[in-house]
Structures are given as C-alpha cells and as structure tokens.
C-alpha cells in the first residue's frame, strides 16, 4: 500500500490529483487536505470517492495541525501543493511524524519576497537522522528544468559550461491582465531584481531590464527577459563545472505594461496599508480581483515551450543541445481541464511522488531534483503527457 496527503487544492493539485487518481499502481488512498474545504470536496466529487477516499479543512501554516491530520492518515508522503509559505510548517510535521516530503516550490517568508532554498536545505541533517526523504521543486521550472540538466549531464557532456533555461507561455487566454499560476506568488517573483550566476558569482540586473528575443519551437520568436529563478542556485551547487546559469522568461508588451502600472500606484507591495481601519497587503487584494488562474483554462489556445541551452565538451569538443517540451492549452483543458501553466507543474509532481513511494527515487535527507538517475524520470514525461525532444544546435543568444 502506498498511500498519499495532497496539500492544496489549487489549480496545480487539481492535475496532479487527476494524474495519481488514474495510477493506483502507484497511488493507492489518496487523502486532500487544504485550507477551503468546499474546494476539496468538489475535485472529491468530480474525480470520485473511490479514488480520494477523504477530504479535509487544513491550516497548513500551523505545523501542529498538519502534524495532527498525518498521525490520523500515515501516509506513506505528504505532497505540499499549497504555497510557498506552508513548506517549513509542512516540513515540520514531516519531520515529528517521520513521513517523506514533496513541494514544487522554495520556501517564501511571507513577509519578505525572497527566495532561496537555503531554509530547506537547513533541514537536510535532520531528516538525514529521521531516515525521511525530502523531494524539493518537484514542478516543471522548477522540476523538469533540474532533471533535464541530469540528462544532459549524463548522456550527451563531459562538462557542462553555459546552461540557460527559457520558459515560454505562447499561449492567449483572452483576458487584459492574469497570471498563470498563484498571482501572489507570481508577481512577487517576477518584480524581484534579475540575478544569473558566472565565474563563481552570482550577478544582479534591475528587474526585467535584459531582453533576448529568442525563437521558441512551434511557437515563433518571443521577447524573454532574464530573470532569477530557483532551480539555478542548485544546479550551480551540483554542477560545479558551470561557468554561467541565467533563467529567462517570456512576457509580453500588454503583460508588462499593466505590470508596471500596477507596480508604480503601490498595488504589488507586500506592505501592509490601512485601510478604513483594516490592514490590508495591496498585493493580496490585487489577488483577490484577478481571475484565478483554474478559470483560464476553458478557451486558452496556443502552446507553452520551456527548455534547457546547454553549452559544454564532449570528447574535447564545444557542442550545444536544447531539450524542451511544448504543452498545448487545449490539449490539457480536454484532457483534465486545466490550462497547460498547471499542467506542466501538476504532472511533474505526481512523477516525483511515484519514483519516491515505489523507491526508484528515495534516500534519506533533502534533495534537489539533478540529485537522482534522470531516466526513470525522463520516461516518466513521456509516458503521462510532457513529451520531450533534444535538438542539437547553435546558442540563440546575443548576450
Ligand atoms: P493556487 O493558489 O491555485 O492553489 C494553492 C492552494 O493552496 C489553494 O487551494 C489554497 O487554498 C491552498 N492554501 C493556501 N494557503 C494554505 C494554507 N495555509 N493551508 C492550507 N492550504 C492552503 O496555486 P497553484 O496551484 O497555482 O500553485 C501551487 C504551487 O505550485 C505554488 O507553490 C506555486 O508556487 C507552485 N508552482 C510551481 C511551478 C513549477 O514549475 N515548479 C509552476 C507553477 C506553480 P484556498 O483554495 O483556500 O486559497
């Protein structure tokens, strides 16, 4: 038996619920917990009790009661869905229950838009001690970017030098202004300083101020912006012969312009303002008026394209590869009715919980994805729906 806790009931668990729901091979009782309870029972209902045996109402900000709910389910793995900010409390009751962990994204203090992955890797002695495996970023980027890397690294490199992963929505959802994916999180992301690492350093750049017009395949050229982004301050920890690592991301004119209005009248802060007597974060209403990124889904067309620029020797020779995987909108809406932001991120974490609960993927301590064989994961993708591809190619980039 291995038995499942999905945390979150968002439009990323929603995939990945539907995903594990088809594999009871790898899933047998699934159990979703998140802070809506009414959220919850609807996937309960449209996926079926015989497969989400329980649902429940959870603060996933208080360790106490995550601990609470894991002693009453013993799952086998705990997979947090929910938001950056619940990873430690979740973490947590991982660790006084002795039960293995997933997340798709890096801690966030919610009081401070930074992220970096040294508050989890801070628990790596001691789950190491409790004998329980942490799987961290267990997305599409990041994820699938970490685990392309592996591959590359183990199959077509000697040494990798120049590493830049490009990920692009070339998708139109019809709406003036909404983000794919939690749009706290994303626009706390997004309006952080870019920073890239070469020769050792980490490097700053003002927020989206360097541009790359870049030819994403069956979707056309598209400006790309560089950015920080989490998977590549563990890729340069585990892949030590990188000379430089930049992440860049497509946006387009309208996006951008709306953004930085919005960013110029105060409404992306994080500090809090009074507000007839109340305190109220701006960025939080802001949330509260966009459209949930689920409800993109039905009418999205186009396609997403995210991949991996890898630069390095092989047999003493400098090559360059591209591998990439492209996600259709409607595709996904007819498959599980989601847009594809949620798909690519869903799927990948119903793949890292399989490889855990049946220990293809499993040592004890906290792990970053490029930490494990890429192949069972590889054939993973192109088994459940994110089929990839590897061109052999000239660097795109200008800079
Ligand atoms: P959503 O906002 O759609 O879903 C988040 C869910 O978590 C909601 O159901 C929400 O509850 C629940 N939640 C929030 N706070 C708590 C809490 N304190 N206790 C319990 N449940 C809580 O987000 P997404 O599905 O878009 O994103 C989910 C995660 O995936 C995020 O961490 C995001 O950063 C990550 N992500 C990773 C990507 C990758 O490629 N690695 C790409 C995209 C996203 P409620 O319904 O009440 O709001």
Request: include cysteine; charge should be negative; hydrophobic fraction near 40%.
């Amino acid at each position: 038996m291995a038995n499942v806790l999905i945390i979150g009931a968002g439009g990323v668990s929603a995939v990945t619920l539907k995903k594990c729901a088809l594999l009871p091979q790898h899933f047998d009782d699934i159990y979703l917990a998140s802070r809506t309870l009414a959220k919850c029972e609807n996937l309960q209902q449209e996926i079926g009790k015989d497969r989400i045996k329980a649902v429940f109402a959870l603060d996933a900000d208080n360790a106490q009661e995550v601990t609470t709910l894991i002693k009453k389910l013993n799952p086998d793995l705990v997979v947090n869905l929910a938001l950056p900010y619940q990873d430690l409390p979740i973490m947590d009751a991982c660790l006084a229950t002795q039960t293995d962990y997933l997340d798709t994204a890096n801690y966030e203090p919610k009081d401070l838009a930074k992220f970096e992955y040294s508050w989890q890797w801070a628990y790596q002695a001691k789950f190491k001690e409790a004998g329980i495996m942490a799987l961290l970023g267990s997305g599409f980027d990041p994820g699938v970017t970490n685990v392309y890397t592996a591959y590359a690294a183990k199959h077509f490199f000697d040494e990798i030098h120049y590493l830049d992963i490009v990920d692009c929505n070339g998708g139109d959802h019809g709406q003036a202004f909404a983000t794919n994916f939690n749009p706290e999180i994303n626009i706390r992301e997004i309006t952080q300083p870019g920073r890239f690492f070469e020769n050792g350093e980490w490097k700053e750049t003002a927020p989206l101020s360097v541009r790359e017009d870049l030819d994403y395949q069956n979707i056309g050229v598209r400006a790309s912006y560089l950015m920080f982004h989490e998977e590549l301050e563990s890729i340069v920890k585990h892949f030590p012969s990188i000379k430089r690592a930049r992440f860049w991301m497509t946006f387009g004119d309208a996006y951008l312009t709306h953004l930085r209005v919005l960013e110029s009248v105060g409404m992306t802060s994080i500090a809090p303002i009074d507000f007839k007597g109340q305190q109220i974060v701006p960025l939080e209403f802001l949330k509260a008026v966009l459209p949930n990124p689920g409800s993109l889904a039905e009418g999205y067309t186009g396609k997403t394209c995210i991949g991996t620029y890898i630069t390095g020797l092989k047999d003493g020779k400098e090559k360059t590869i591209f591998i990439y995987n492209n996600c259709d909108h409607k595709a996904c809406y007819e498959e599980v009715g989601a847009q594809a932001v949620s798909y690519t991120t869903g799927v990948p974490a119903m793949i890292g919980a399989a490889l855990m609960l049946n220990k293809t993927w499993h040592k004890p301590g906290v792990w970053n994805m490029e930490q494990f064989d890429p192949d069972p994961f590889m054939e993973m993708l192109n088994e459940h729906g994110l089929p990839w591809h590897v061109l052999e190619c000239e660097s795109p980039f200008t800079k």
